[in-house]
């Protein structure tokens, strides 16, 4: 198979990253950032600045409440830009989810939407998506994406902000100068799996609920007049060297059993375990790689480095109970879902204390972050507060 001379990509990536030469596209892109026209931030905030919705809004923001989300919104602020937040509740919030997300509404003082789709209508759709597309991010995916354009139509507002292009920084299957926008076309190939909620749901068997609506996508007619664009595309995004500054808003880091990083994706009960397990399985790689990826571009580890502290998540176990225990199955349901979905054996999933190989505090500087950083003591959190606009 082949792999990136320069960073831990493969050409097994589920968005298929192109080469040229031995370098994969991920990296070609990385690169555009030494272009002297690169940052076009001050143009892309005074366009949005220039349209505000009769509801006062300059851009809805879907959030779920991470350090990226907390840079984009102070972005948008220092901008002159009032943001619309907009959260979906997917019950895989943990206490230090919770906190961020409420957090960073108190911090910035500003108005949101907490969307709590029907739990045992979304739990259902959870375990059909496991069986089915070996995913638990699907319905979130459907309703992240389709409910915020619902809101930016229902509210008026023009433009839909969001942090990172992630095909375009990951796997560089855009250039940053393509300016991806959000469309149905993106999210289906990048978001849904390549599957319309429709045949997801196939026939009738869900119907008639109140909140069905909430997951499907607004028709290209209706909504063509809002614009949802990534401003990684627009600066020189840094996760690694930007989130460290949140701390000082108020947003807790969380240790990880599955990442170095205690900044970016946390506050959830499943990202770095469930959601990193069927990553692992259906597409050959962890979260991390795409972090050390970044580490290695931004020339803050080299790629041996990488590949060492790599191998050794790659050896971690697995503690999948707690999931199980949210699905609320029986004792051989979730024998049965490990090993046909999983594909492991009972022993094989087991609890994995939070220690982080030590390779990887020798190969990044991060070891005084993660020791400042909390681990959730409550899992799926249901939620702790509804807050309306
Ligand atoms: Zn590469």
Not at 44 to 73: E, W
Not at 96 to 124: A, K, T
Not at 175 to 184: G, L, N, P, T
Request: glycine share 4%.
């Amino acid at each position: 198979m082949k792999i990136c001379e320069r960073c831990l990509n493969d050409a097994a990536q589920p968005f298929r990253v192109g080469f040229l030469g031995d370098v994969c596209l991920g990296c070609i892109t990385h690169d555009e950032r030494d272009d002297p026209n690169f940052d076009r931030s001050s143009q892309i905030f005074d366009m949005i600045r220039s349209k505000r919705s009769p509801t006062g809004y300059h851009a809805v923001v879907p959030v779920f409440g991470d350090a990226d989300d907390y840079v984009t919104v102070k972005l948008c602020l220092d901008n002159g830009i009032n943001p619309l937040i907009l959260a979906i509740n997917n019950y895989f919030y943990s206490d230090i989810g919770w906190h961020n997300l409420q957090n960073l509404i108190d911090f910035f003082d500003v108005d949101s939407v907490i969307m709590s789709p029907n739990f045992v209508y979304y739990q259902s759709l959870v375990k059909r998506s496991l069986v089915r597309k070996r995913d638990i991010y699907l319905p979130y995916q459907y309703l992240l994406h389709s409910y915020s354009l619902k809101l930016a139509l229902e509210k008026k507002v023009k433009y839909i902000v969001m942090p990172i292009n992630q095909p375009c920084e990951y796997t560089g299957n855009f250039s940053h100068f393509d300016e991806a926008k959000k469309s149905f076309w993106y999210h289906f190939n990048f978001d849904f799996q390549r599957t319309a909620i429709e045949d997801f749901l196939g026939s009738g068997s869900l119907q008639g609920l109140d909140d069905l609506e909430s997951y499907c996508y607004p028709e290209h007619h209706k909504s063509s007049g809002v614009v949802g664009l990534y401003l990684s595309d627009y600066m020189n995004w840094d996760p690694g060297l930007q989130n460290v500054n949140v701390k000082q808003l108020g947003f807790v880091s969380e240790k990880q059993t599955r990442t170095f990083d205690p900044f970016q994706r946390v506050g959830s009960s499943v990202y770095y375990e469930l959601h990193d397990l069927l990553r692992l399985k259906k597409h050959g790689y962890l979260k991390v790689r795409d972090q050390l990826n970044r580490e290695v571009r931004f020339r803050r580890i080299s790629r041996d480095n990488a590949l060492r502290v790599y191998d050794e998540y790659l050896s971690k176990t697995w503690n999948l109970d707690t999931f199980y225990q949210w699905l609320d199955i029986t004792k051989t349901g979730a024998q049965w879902l490990s090993e046909h979905v999983f594909g492991m054996k009972e022993q094989e999933c087991h609890f994995t204390s939070i220690d982080t190989p030590r390779e990887v505090w020798q190969a990044i500087n991060w070891s005084s972050l993660n020791d400042m950083s909390s681990t959730s003591v409550k899992q799926f959190c249901m939620f702790e507060k509804e807050l309306h606009i």
